[in-house]
T-cell receptor, first 114, second 111 residues
Framework: QQQVKQSPQSLIVQKGGISIINCAYE??????FPWYQQFPGKGPALLIAIRPDVSEKKEGRFTISFNKSAKQFSLHIMDSQPGDSATYFC?????????????FGEGTQLTVNP | NAGVMQNPRHLVRRRGQEARLRCSPMKGHSHVYWYRQLPEEGLKFMVY????????ESGMPKERFSAEFPKEGPSILRIQQVVRGDSAAYFC?????????FGPGTRLTVL
């Protein structure tokens, strides 16, 4: 029940295209859903996050779509660029006044061809 | 504002030795988390600490692993009697509330 399932495992997109990564969760107690971007040899960097009170959140070229009834959320990268090539992780946790452990998806390796 | 700092960045140990990994959280952050990333895999939660307290250690192996976050100084993840299966990247994250910010990681290689 603690798992977060992420797909696809790898994704190849042409420059200028839209990259879409999907995640699904089981634990209905989860109410905080961040996405992280990781380059080789680096730590994960927080990209964008959403809470269930909204169905969509957009920051620049990055958009999270959230479907509470389906327990699914996705990351859309518009106008994908070669510099976006990285591994993307979705995650989920409960929203606490202090903090809470993150449960991560397995990751998606995105390659954007020039 | 410096980010989360981890040292060493790379650590090589022989089987049976001890590994000590250090993490200094971002300024103003009182929560520290440790995660492990095996090659080609996602991050797995290990432990969540606040100053002088372990809040959640449900992801820690029962033996050989321990963590602390003292009143003064960095958080320490300690692995005793390392085995080859401990080879991984260990990431520390810190938060003030819920948003976690990660350090660059320590890559542990056990020979």
């Amino acid at each position: 029940q603690q798992q977060v399932k992420q797909s696809p495992q790898s994704l190849i997109v042409q420059k200028g295209g839209i990259s879409i990564i999907n995640c699904a969760y089981e634990n209905t107690a989860f109410d905080y859903f961040p996405w992280y971007q990781q380059f080789p040899g680096k730590g994960p960097a927080l990209l964008i996050a959403i809470r269930p009170d909204v169905s969509e959140k957009k920051e620049g070229r990055f958009t999270i779509s959230f479907n509470k009834s389906a327990k699914q959320f996705s990351l859309h990268i518009m106008d994908s660029q070669p510099g976006d090539s990285a591994t993307y992780f979705c995650a989920a946790s409960t929203w606490e006044t202090s903090g809470s452990r993150l449960t991560f998806g397995e990751g998606t390796q995105l390659t954007v061809n020039p | 504002n410096a980010g989360v700092m981890q040292n060493p960045r790379h650590l090589v140990r022989r089987r049976g030795q001890e590994a000590r990994l250090r993490c200094s959280p971002m300024k103003g952050h009182s929560h520290v988390y440790w995660y492990r990333q095996l090659p080609e895999e996602g991050l797995k939660f290990m432990v969540y600490l606040q100053k002088e307290n372990i809040i959640d250690e449900s992801g820690m192996p029962k033996e050989r692993f321990s963590a602390e976050f003292p009143k003064e100084g960095p958080s320490i993840l300690r692995i005793q009697q390392v085995v080859r299966g401990d080879s991984a990247a260990y990431f520390c994250a810190s938060s003030r509330h819920n948003e976690q910010f990660f350090g660059p990681g320590t890559r542990l290689t056990v020979l």
